[in-house]
């Protein structure tokens, strides 16, 4: 690969990831929380929450995804990268973010 190809590389990755950019703001809450919250095991199912008594912040579906798609990229981080499938961090990645929005931790505010 070439020094022209790689530089054309990086500004097409560059430019994919403005199109698909979160608020700044969102985008700390999520790493903050999920950098805090310990990993969970692969195997481990996850326990059925009791239902929320406060109300649940309103997220659009795609903005909910697209928190998803953030912790899922976050989990595979803290891992470094390996093991796990894609299928496994996307799966823990929406378990985290619905409990967050149940718990009125992420969402608008």
């Known amino acids: 690969m070439t020094i022209g190809t790689q530089?054309?590389?990086k500004k097409a990755a560059g430019n994919k990831a403005a199109a698909t950019a979160i608020p700044a703001k969102a985008a700390t809450k999520i790493a903050t929380?999920?950098?805090a919250a310990p990993a969970?095991?692969?195997t481990a199912k996850p326990a059925r929450a009791a239902p929320?008594?406060?109300a649940k912040p309103q997220v659009s579906s795609?903005?909910?995804r697209h928190y998803i798609e953030v912790a899922a990229y976050y989990i595979a981080e803290r891992r470094g990268f390996s093991g796990a499938s894609v299928h496994?961090?996307?799966v823990q990645a929406e378990f985290e973010i619905d409990q967050l929005l149940r718990e009125g931790?992420?969402?608008d505010d």
Do not use: M
């Open 7 to 9: 530089a054309k590389t």
């Open 33 to 35: 929380t999920l950098k």
């Open 40 to 42: 969970r095991p692969a």
């Open 52 to 54: 929320a008594k406060a």
């Open 62 to 64: 795609e903005q909910r």
């Open 88 to 90: 496994d961090d996307w």
């Open 105 to 107: 931790r992420l969402g």
